[in-house]
């Protein structure tokens, strides 16, 4: 069965701190996607990346930054000199290679204080 | 272009009672997925739809939910006797050529 572990339940920072959120995954299937969705207060998930399991380089968006490593199974993002409007649910999710069923993790939320 | 729309936005309804909760994917998009996200927690899969036909309806908790799609767009999900448990945010989705699911603003449904 496939599983996401988002181990930090809530994380503070002041802004322009760089963050980082873990997520760990679980899965019998050598081939799958990993995603992170952003979730503000207004309570909408936006999608934020998509990265198969054959692609372990890293990825960088703006501030955003992700670091895939298939030896520990680990999907982490990194938001550099973070804001306020950063502020939201984070979400890590799985699934099979079809993309069809997501798995998600429970969420971690970051609070950006200014 | 119009993203995922979800209707009602807040349902309030009493134990037992039945309800509808229905999905507008974007236009063109295949693929049509329900979650259900209660609180604190993340989404949870309940169904999926290629076309009109139900895919994967594995994540369904029981017999009393019940979705359909008839013409390949729209869905409506379907609660019968509803319960308190069924409390929660359901969340709408929908995939086109890519792999990525886009999802709407949800349904808050609350059971009294």
């Known amino acids: 069965a496939q599983k996401v572990t988002q181990a930090q339940t809530e994380i503070s920072v002041v802004e322009k701190e760089d963050v980082t959120l873990d997520c760990v995954y679980e899965?019998?299937?050598?081939?799958?996607?990993l995603f992170w969705y952003k979730q503000p207060p207004s309570g909408e998930l936006v999608f934020l990346i998509r990265?198969?399991?054959?692609?372990?380089q890293n990825e960088i968006s703006g501030r955003y930054s992700w670091n895939f490593q298939k030896s520990t199974s680990s999907f982490n993002f990194t938001i550099t000199a973070s804001q306020v409007v950063d502020s939201a649910v984070y979400f890590c999710a799985l699934s099979e290679f079809d993309g069809n069923k997501l798995v998600f993790g429970a969420g971690t939320i970051l609070r950006v204080k200014s | 272009g119009a993203g995922v729309s979800q209707t009602p936005s807040n349902k309030v309804t009493e134990k037992g009672k039945y309800v509808e909760l229905r999905c507008d994917p974007i236009?063109?998009?295949?693929?049509l997925y329900w979650y259900r996200q209660s609180l604190g927690q993340g989404p949870e899969f309940l169904i999926y739809f290629q076309g009109t036909g139900a895919a994967d309806d594995s994540g369904l908790p029981n017999d009393r939910f019940f979705a359909v799609r008839p013409e390949g767009s729209v869905s409506t999900l379907k609660i019968q006797r509803t319960e308190r448990g069924d409390s929660a945010v359901y969340l709408c989705?929908?995939?086109?050529?890519?792999?990525?699911?886009?999802f709407g603003p949800g349904t808050r449904l609350t059971v009294l």
């Open positions: 899965t019998r299937d050598t081939t799958y996607y």
């Open positions: 989705a929908s995939r086109g050529g890519g792999n990525e699911q886009f």
């Open positions: 990265r198969n399991s054959f692609d372990e």
């Open positions: 236009s063109g998009h295949t693929a």
